[in-house]
């Protein structure tokens, strides 16, 4: 069976582009079990310029894809690149009916219900953790066996919708094989497509879940709200392999990379026992820093923090429950340790008022004012989330 995984377009104007991490952790599974699995990444392709944003890019698109003849298509789904991937798959069902195409990744697994009643190119919607439930369709697929003994899944049958229990979250993260590189152009290829944003960047995941409920996220109910993390010894293997590839940045993706500190604490001291020098980012709560976790990171390489303050305003604050925002000063402490910040704020809360609202926008500006990056994006209300319910 040829099986092809894709990255759906959209135009990135936003920042760096990397590798698509989650579909290549998946494929380095399925090559593990023997199998032969293509990777497409067109927000590469788009940022390359070989993909053009005209009216014909869905066409194009589906035409890259059919060119590999591919018997089944995943594709990784998020809320920006839902309707892209919709507008793909119908013009790959047009052409081959009797391919497959199955929906992945967080838009997909929150709404695969409504995903299966809604779009009739859509044939299977793959909920969750991927390397975990993916290579198990794939494997009825090809023995052609039912389809209701794997879990995670949703499909239509006798005119109906079933979905399965989700299988849970994959516990031991050190089991899952490096993600498989090979499928995609180099980082330096990526590189010259980030243009006026440097480095050569890979996304390294470092952990998953989040034991926080912010009502405006997702993550928690995606990857749970017990958090994993790899060990120590694995990220920074797969972080010193990335560098050898070329890669001058690491992005951690874990959303609270210092919510364990001695896990954290591993981390800097085997990047450093191993001499890594790499420049690295991460992403994590204020409450979840203090002076000396952050002298601890900035000495193993860590040049950038993301942190969500969320709003200027107290009121819209204690709306958004679960959010302790922390000590703020610790905001100048990690800037001056030579750490470019940036803080996200959330605008348009249903209880947000003009007062709210001028409130958090003058805390951006005085942010800025002291080189913090203050970074207003707008409320969106997405499936997973407390808010969405
Ligand atoms: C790095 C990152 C980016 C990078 C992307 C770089 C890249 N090439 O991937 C940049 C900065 C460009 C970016 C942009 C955006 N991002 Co972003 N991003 C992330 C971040 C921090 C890490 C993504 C990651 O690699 N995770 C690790 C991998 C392993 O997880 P994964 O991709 O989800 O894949 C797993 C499963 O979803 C599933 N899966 C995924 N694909 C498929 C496909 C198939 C077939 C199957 C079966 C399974 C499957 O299996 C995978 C392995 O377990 C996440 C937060 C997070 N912690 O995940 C937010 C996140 C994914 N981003 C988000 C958003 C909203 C955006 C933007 C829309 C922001 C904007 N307003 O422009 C854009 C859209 C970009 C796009 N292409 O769609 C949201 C998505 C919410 C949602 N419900 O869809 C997240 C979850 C952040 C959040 N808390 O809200 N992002
Ligand atoms: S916003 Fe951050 S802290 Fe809150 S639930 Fe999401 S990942 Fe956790």
Redesign the pocket.
Known sequence: MQIL?V?PP?L?L??A???????L??AAVLEEQGRTVEVLDF?YLLSRGDLLPSPRIYEQAAALILERQPDLI???T????YPSSIQVARRIKNERPDSTV??????A??LARETLEAFPEVDIV?GG???A??PLLVQALEQGAPLDQVGGIAYRAGGSVHVNADPGAISDLDRLPLPAYHLVPTLAEYARCNEGFGMAEA?V?AGRGCPYSCMF???CNFFGQKARTFSPERVVEEVQWLVSMGAQSI?F???VLSLERPFVESLCRLLGEREVSVHWVA?SRLDLVDEALIDTMVAAGCREMFFGLESGSERILGALRGKNIGETKIIEYARQSGVSVSLSFIIGHPQETEEDLDQTLWCCLEYAAREVMGVPLLLCT???TDLYR
């Open positions: 995984l990255f959209l990135n936003q920042g582009i990397a590798p698509p991490l989650g579909i952790s998946i927000v995943g594709f990784s998020q809320c920006a690149s199955v929906f992945g990744g967080m838009n697994s929150f793959c953790e991927g390397e439930v993916f996304l995941e996220c997702s993550i992005y993706t874990f959303d992403r997405l499936p997973g």
